[in-house]
Protein backbone atom coordinates (compact mmCIF):
# COMPACT_ATOMS: atom_id res chain seq x y z
CA UNK A 1 0.00 0.00 0.00
CA UNK A 2 1.45 3.64 -1.16
CA UNK A 3 1.66 6.17 1.59
CA UNK A 4 -0.67 9.03 1.83
CA UNK A 5 -0.60 11.58 -0.19
CA UNK A 6 1.19 15.08 1.71
CA UNK A 7 -1.17 17.72 2.26
CA UNK A 8 -0.60 20.95 -0.61
CA UNK A 9 -0.73 23.23 2.43
CA UNK A 10 1.65 21.58 5.66
CA UNK A 11 0.41 23.00 9.34
CA UNK A 12 2.85 23.51 11.67
CA UNK A 13 2.64 23.81 15.74
CA UNK A 14 3.78 27.40 16.58
CA UNK A 15 3.59 29.73 19.32
CA UNK A 16 4.29 33.18 21.06
CA UNK A 17 6.09 30.89 23.76
CA UNK A 18 6.78 27.73 25.50
CA UNK A 19 5.20 27.02 29.03
CA UNK A 20 8.78 25.75 29.84
CA UNK A 21 11.87 24.01 28.70
CA UNK A 22 10.70 20.82 31.15
CA UNK A 23 7.33 20.66 28.59
CA UNK A 24 9.23 20.61 25.32
CA UNK A 25 9.82 16.93 24.43
CA UNK A 26 6.34 16.25 25.50
CA UNK A 27 4.65 18.89 23.30
CA UNK A 28 6.98 17.77 20.40
CA UNK A 29 6.51 14.43 20.74
CA UNK A 30 2.24 15.46 21.03
CA UNK A 31 2.50 17.50 17.84
CA UNK A 32 4.12 14.89 15.86
CA UNK A 33 1.65 12.24 16.83
CA UNK A 34 -1.09 14.72 16.39
CA UNK A 35 0.07 15.09 12.52
CA UNK A 36 1.40 18.36 12.08
CA UNK A 37 4.23 18.80 9.28
CA UNK A 38 6.42 20.92 11.90
CA UNK A 39 6.99 22.40 14.95
CA UNK A 40 8.40 25.66 15.66
CA UNK A 41 10.07 27.11 18.16
CA UNK A 42 10.03 30.75 19.18
CA UNK A 43 12.21 33.06 20.70
CA UNK A 44 10.39 34.74 23.24
CA UNK A 45 10.87 33.36 27.19
CA UNK A 46 13.96 30.58 26.58
CA UNK A 47 16.35 29.55 24.26
CA UNK A 48 14.91 28.44 20.58
CA UNK A 49 18.32 26.57 19.98
CA UNK A 50 17.65 24.12 23.49
CA UNK A 51 14.01 24.17 22.91
CA UNK A 52 14.66 22.58 19.24
CA UNK A 53 17.37 19.97 20.58
CA UNK A 54 15.11 19.06 22.71
CA UNK A 55 12.46 18.57 20.41
CA UNK A 56 14.80 16.69 18.00
CA UNK A 57 15.43 14.27 20.53
CA UNK A 58 11.78 13.34 21.65
CA UNK A 59 10.53 13.17 17.87
CA UNK A 60 11.33 11.12 14.77
CA UNK A 61 9.66 12.71 12.03
CA UNK A 62 8.30 16.19 12.42
CA UNK A 63 10.28 18.77 10.99
CA UNK A 64 11.84 20.98 13.75
CA UNK A 65 12.22 24.91 13.19
CA UNK A 66 13.48 27.47 14.96
CA UNK A 67 10.60 30.65 14.24
CA UNK A 68 12.47 32.33 14.70
CA UNK A 69 15.88 32.81 16.51
CA UNK A 70 17.20 36.36 16.59
CA UNK A 71 20.41 36.59 14.31
CA UNK A 72 21.28 39.94 15.46
CA UNK A 73 21.63 39.14 18.97
CA UNK A 74 24.12 36.62 17.96
CA UNK A 75 27.11 36.18 15.62
CA UNK A 76 27.51 34.08 12.11
CA UNK A 77 29.88 31.64 13.58
CA UNK A 78 27.90 31.14 16.98
CA UNK A 79 24.37 30.50 15.00
CA UNK A 80 26.07 28.40 12.68
CA UNK A 81 27.52 26.36 15.41
CA UNK A 82 23.83 25.71 17.18
CA UNK A 83 22.22 25.02 13.73
CA UNK A 84 24.78 22.35 13.19
CA UNK A 85 24.35 20.81 16.71
CA UNK A 86 19.92 20.90 16.00
CA UNK A 87 20.44 19.74 12.63
CA UNK A 88 22.94 16.89 13.22
CA UNK A 89 20.24 15.38 16.56
CA UNK A 90 17.36 15.60 14.49
CA UNK A 91 19.00 13.68 11.68
CA UNK A 92 18.33 16.35 8.77
CA UNK A 93 15.29 17.53 10.16
CA UNK A 94 16.38 21.23 11.22
CA UNK A 95 15.27 24.58 9.18
CA UNK A 96 17.39 27.28 10.74
CA UNK A 97 14.60 30.32 11.02
CA UNK A 98 16.55 34.12 11.38
CA UNK A 99 14.52 36.86 12.22
CA UNK A 100 16.34 40.80 12.85
CA UNK A 101 13.98 42.14 15.81
CA UNK A 102 13.93 46.02 15.90
CA UNK A 103 16.13 47.70 16.96
CA UNK A 104 14.97 48.63 20.69
CA UNK A 105 15.60 45.11 21.21
CA UNK A 106 19.00 44.33 19.76
CA UNK A 107 20.82 47.56 21.15
CA UNK A 108 18.69 47.89 24.50
CA UNK A 109 18.15 43.90 25.52
CA UNK A 110 20.78 42.48 23.69
CA UNK A 111 23.45 45.23 24.03
CA UNK A 112 24.36 44.43 20.45
CA UNK A 113 24.89 46.62 17.19
CA UNK A 114 22.11 47.63 14.93
CA UNK A 115 22.78 49.38 11.47
CA UNK A 116 21.30 48.84 8.03
CA UNK A 117 18.84 45.45 8.84
CA UNK A 118 18.51 43.94 5.51
CA UNK A 119 22.15 44.61 4.43
CA UNK A 120 23.91 43.01 7.76
CA UNK A 121 21.14 40.16 7.57
CA UNK A 122 22.59 39.82 3.57
CA UNK A 123 25.78 39.38 5.51
CA UNK A 124 25.17 37.50 8.18
CA UNK A 125 23.48 34.65 6.21
CA UNK A 126 26.26 34.32 4.23
CA UNK A 127 29.11 34.25 7.14
CA UNK A 128 26.73 31.25 8.14
CA UNK A 129 27.02 29.46 5.04
CA UNK A 130 30.42 30.45 4.74
CA UNK A 131 31.25 29.02 7.95
CA UNK A 132 29.28 25.82 7.84
CA UNK A 133 31.19 25.07 4.01
CA UNK A 134 34.52 25.82 5.74
CA UNK A 135 33.20 22.83 7.88
CA UNK A 136 32.08 20.63 5.24
CA UNK A 137 35.09 20.96 2.60
CA UNK A 138 38.12 21.52 4.85
CA UNK A 139 38.83 24.73 2.88
CA UNK A 140 40.11 28.33 4.94
CA UNK A 141 37.60 30.14 6.31
CA UNK A 142 38.12 33.27 4.72
CA UNK A 143 34.87 35.52 5.24
CA UNK A 144 35.72 39.25 5.56
CA UNK A 145 33.14 41.45 5.07
CA UNK A 146 31.33 45.25 5.95
CA UNK A 147 29.53 44.14 9.43
CA UNK A 148 31.25 40.07 10.07
CA UNK A 149 34.81 38.65 9.96
CA UNK A 150 35.75 35.31 10.35
CA UNK A 151 38.99 33.78 9.37
CA UNK A 152 40.16 31.57 12.58
CA UNK A 153 38.61 28.09 12.73
CA UNK A 154 41.12 25.49 13.52
CA UNK A 155 41.01 22.06 13.55
CA UNK A 156 39.84 21.64 17.45
CA UNK A 157 37.22 24.24 17.27
CA UNK A 158 35.91 22.30 13.69
CA UNK A 159 32.85 20.30 14.58
CA UNK A 160 33.10 16.26 12.31
CA UNK A 161 31.48 16.48 9.43
CA UNK A 162 27.81 16.68 9.57
CA UNK A 163 25.95 13.44 7.60
CA UNK A 164 23.16 15.58 7.28
CA UNK A 165 24.55 18.46 5.70
CA UNK A 166 23.80 22.45 6.33
CA UNK A 167 20.13 22.92 7.45
CA UNK A 168 17.75 25.15 5.33
CA UNK A 169 17.78 28.70 6.46
CA UNK A 170 14.39 30.28 6.41
CA UNK A 171 14.48 34.13 6.84
CA UNK A 172 11.62 36.08 8.74
CA UNK A 173 10.59 39.58 7.24
CA UNK A 174 7.78 42.28 6.53
CA UNK A 175 8.92 45.19 4.46
CA UNK A 176 10.08 44.85 1.04
CA UNK A 177 14.06 45.37 1.89
CA UNK A 178 13.95 42.51 4.25
CA UNK A 179 11.88 40.12 1.95
CA UNK A 180 14.45 41.15 -1.19
CA UNK A 181 17.07 39.54 1.26
CA UNK A 182 15.32 36.51 2.33
CA UNK A 183 14.34 35.62 -1.96
CA UNK A 184 18.07 36.35 -2.70
CA UNK A 185 19.92 34.53 0.18
CA UNK A 186 17.66 32.10 2.34
CA UNK A 187 15.50 29.29 1.52
CA UNK A 188 12.27 29.96 2.57
CA UNK A 189 10.39 33.26 3.80
CA UNK A 190 8.66 33.55 7.18
CA UNK A 191 5.67 35.74 6.76
CA UNK A 192 4.59 37.73 10.19
CA UNK A 193 1.26 36.95 11.41
CA UNK A 194 0.44 40.72 10.46
CA UNK A 195 0.12 39.84 7.02
CA UNK A 196 -3.09 39.66 4.92
CA UNK A 197 -3.80 37.83 1.64
CA UNK A 198 -3.30 41.56 -0.10
CA UNK A 199 -0.17 42.76 1.09
CA UNK A 200 1.03 38.76 0.57
CA UNK A 201 0.49 39.11 -3.32
CA UNK A 202 0.99 43.18 -3.99
CA UNK A 203 3.89 43.18 -1.36
CA UNK A 204 5.92 40.09 -0.47
CA UNK A 205 6.09 38.28 -3.12
CA UNK A 206 7.36 40.95 -5.85
CA UNK A 207 10.07 41.62 -3.21
CA UNK A 208 10.76 37.70 -2.94
CA UNK A 209 10.83 37.53 -6.85
CA UNK A 210 13.19 40.83 -6.97
CA UNK A 211 15.99 39.34 -4.38
CA UNK A 212 15.43 35.90 -6.64
CA UNK A 213 16.41 38.05 -9.74
CA UNK A 214 19.34 39.69 -8.13
CA UNK A 215 20.84 36.71 -7.03
CA UNK A 216 20.55 35.08 -10.71
CA UNK A 217 17.83 32.65 -8.65
CA UNK A 218 15.39 30.53 -11.07
CA UNK A 219 11.81 32.77 -10.95
CA UNK A 220 9.79 29.48 -10.29
CA UNK A 221 6.10 29.58 -9.04
CA UNK A 222 4.95 30.81 -5.92
CA UNK A 223 4.89 27.68 -3.84
CA UNK A 224 8.93 27.67 -5.12
CA UNK A 225 9.22 30.72 -2.99
CA UNK A 226 8.51 28.62 0.27
CA UNK A 227 6.08 30.90 2.16
CA UNK A 228 4.83 30.27 5.16
CA UNK A 229 2.89 32.41 8.13
CA UNK A 230 1.26 31.78 11.51
CA UNK A 231 -2.46 32.84 10.09
CA UNK A 232 -5.05 34.20 12.59
CA UNK A 233 -7.89 32.01 13.29
CA UNK A 234 -11.33 33.29 15.52
CA UNK A 235 -12.45 29.72 16.09
CA UNK A 236 -15.49 28.59 18.34
CA UNK A 237 -18.34 26.81 18.00
CA UNK A 238 -21.50 29.55 18.91
CA UNK A 239 -21.16 33.79 19.04
CA UNK A 240 -19.95 33.87 22.56
CA UNK A 241 -16.73 32.16 22.21
CA UNK A 242 -16.15 33.84 18.68
CA UNK A 243 -16.65 37.10 20.16
CA UNK A 244 -14.06 36.28 22.94
CA UNK A 245 -11.62 34.85 20.14
CA UNK A 246 -12.45 38.28 17.91
CA UNK A 247 -11.75 40.61 20.96
CA UNK A 248 -8.19 38.83 21.26
CA UNK A 249 -7.06 38.87 18.13
CA UNK A 250 -8.38 42.84 17.78
CA UNK A 251 -5.99 43.25 20.83
CA UNK A 252 -3.06 41.45 18.63
CA UNK A 253 -3.83 43.07 15.37
CA UNK A 254 -3.81 46.53 17.49
CA UNK A 255 -0.59 45.39 19.21
CA UNK A 256 1.35 45.30 15.75
CA UNK A 257 -0.45 48.19 14.31
CA UNK A 258 1.11 50.49 16.86
CA UNK A 259 4.67 49.59 15.22
CA UNK A 260 5.65 52.00 12.94
CA UNK A 261 8.01 49.21 10.92
CA UNK A 262 4.34 47.72 10.43
CA UNK A 263 2.46 50.66 8.85
CA UNK A 264 2.85 49.33 5.01
CA UNK A 265 0.91 46.37 5.94
CA UNK A 266 -2.16 48.68 6.87
CA UNK A 267 -0.94 51.02 3.92
CA UNK A 268 -1.71 48.49 1.05
CA UNK A 269 -5.30 48.65 2.89
CA UNK A 270 -5.61 52.33 2.88
CA UNK A 271 -5.53 52.28 6.80
CA UNK A 272 -2.33 54.14 7.39
CA UNK A 273 -4.34 56.80 9.60
CA UNK A 274 -5.26 53.66 11.80
CA UNK A 275 -1.23 53.16 12.38
CA UNK A 276 -0.89 56.85 13.61
CA UNK A 277 -3.65 56.81 16.37
CA UNK A 278 -2.46 53.25 17.65
CA UNK A 279 1.02 54.22 18.23
CA UNK A 280 -0.01 57.42 19.85
CA UNK A 281 -2.66 55.58 22.23
CA UNK A 282 0.63 52.81 22.99
CA UNK A 283 2.74 56.09 24.36
CA UNK A 284 0.04 56.80 26.66
CA UNK A 285 -0.37 52.74 27.22
CA UNK A 286 -4.02 53.12 26.51
CA UNK A 287 -3.75 49.12 25.16
CA UNK A 288 -7.36 48.46 26.12
CA UNK A 289 -8.53 51.38 23.78
CA UNK A 290 -6.58 50.84 21.16
CA UNK A 291 -8.46 47.59 20.42
CA UNK A 292 -11.35 49.60 19.81
CA UNK A 293 -9.83 50.90 16.50
CA UNK A 294 -9.73 48.05 14.67
CA UNK A 295 -12.97 47.53 12.87
CA UNK A 296 -14.72 44.33 11.78
CA UNK A 297 -12.87 44.80 8.29
CA UNK A 298 -9.74 44.66 9.63
CA UNK A 299 -10.17 41.56 11.37
CA UNK A 300 -11.97 39.62 8.72
CA UNK A 301 -8.66 40.88 6.58
CA UNK A 302 -6.01 39.49 9.12
CA UNK A 303 -8.71 36.65 10.15
CA UNK A 304 -10.02 33.48 9.58
CA UNK A 305 -13.56 33.35 11.10
CA UNK A 306 -16.27 30.16 12.10
CA UNK A 307 -16.46 27.00 13.71
CA UNK A 308 -13.57 24.41 12.41
CA UNK A 309 -15.01 22.77 9.21
CA UNK A 310 -15.59 26.87 8.10
CA UNK A 311 -11.69 28.15 9.05
CA UNK A 312 -10.40 24.77 7.53
CA UNK A 313 -12.30 25.80 4.42
CA UNK A 314 -11.27 29.60 4.43
CA UNK A 315 -7.53 29.25 5.59
CA UNK A 316 -7.29 26.90 2.47
CA UNK A 317 -9.68 29.14 0.30
CA UNK A 318 -7.50 32.08 1.31
CA UNK A 319 -4.06 30.72 1.41
CA UNK A 320 -3.52 27.94 -1.06
CA UNK A 321 -1.50 28.76 -3.67
CA UNK A 322 0.21 31.18 -1.93
CA UNK A 323 1.44 29.73 1.17
CA UNK A 324 3.60 26.28 1.41
CA UNK A 325 3.18 25.86 5.51
CA UNK A 326 1.11 27.85 8.06
CA UNK A 327 0.26 27.76 11.69
CA UNK A 328 -2.45 28.67 13.77
CA UNK A 329 -2.40 31.93 15.18
CA UNK A 330 -4.69 32.12 18.32
CA UNK A 331 -3.73 34.89 21.23
CA UNK A 332 -6.72 33.70 23.57
CA UNK A 333 -7.70 30.72 25.60
CA UNK A 334 -8.51 28.02 23.50
CA UNK A 335 -9.66 24.22 24.16
CA UNK A 336 -6.18 22.14 23.11
CA UNK A 337 -8.73 19.76 21.36
CA UNK A 338 -10.63 22.77 18.93
CA UNK A 339 -6.31 22.62 17.65
CA UNK A 340 -6.53 18.94 16.76
CA UNK A 341 -10.22 18.83 15.37
CA UNK A 342 -9.02 21.66 12.91
CA UNK A 343 -6.13 19.84 11.75
CA UNK A 344 -7.98 16.84 11.22
CA UNK A 345 -10.39 19.32 8.95
CA UNK A 346 -7.51 20.47 7.24
CA UNK A 347 -6.22 17.35 6.40
CA UNK A 348 -9.82 16.36 4.84
CA UNK A 349 -9.57 19.53 2.50
CA UNK A 350 -6.21 19.84 1.87
CA UNK A 351 -4.99 16.03 0.70
CA UNK A 352 -4.71 15.93 -3.25
Same mark, same amino acid.
Given at each position: ?15 ? @? ?15 ? %?? #???? %? ?45 ? +? ?53 ? +? ?23 ? &? ?30 ? #? ?7 ? /? +? ?7 ? &? ?5 ? /? ?12 ? +? ?16 ? @? ?14 ? @? ?44 ? #? ?5 ? /? ?26
Amino acid at each position: MSAPAEPVLLVDQGSD @GLPGLDLVEGLAAAAEE %QG #YAGF %QVPETNCDPFIAAALAARATNDIQIATGIAVAFARTPMTVAMSANDV +QQLSRGRFTLGLGSQIQAHIEKRFSMPWSRPAARMREFIRATRAIWSAWETGERL +QFRGEFYTHTLMTPFFTPPKNPWGA &PPIALAGVGPLMTEVAGEVADAFLAHGFTTRK #YLEEVTIPA /L +QRGRATAGR &PAGSVLD /LGISMPAFVVIGDD +QAALDAAAAGVRKRIAFY @GSTPAYLPVLEVHGWG @GVQEKLYAASKRGQWDEMAGLITDEMVEAFAVIGDAPTVARELVSR #YRGVLSR /LSFYAPYEVDPQTWVTLLAELHRVTRP
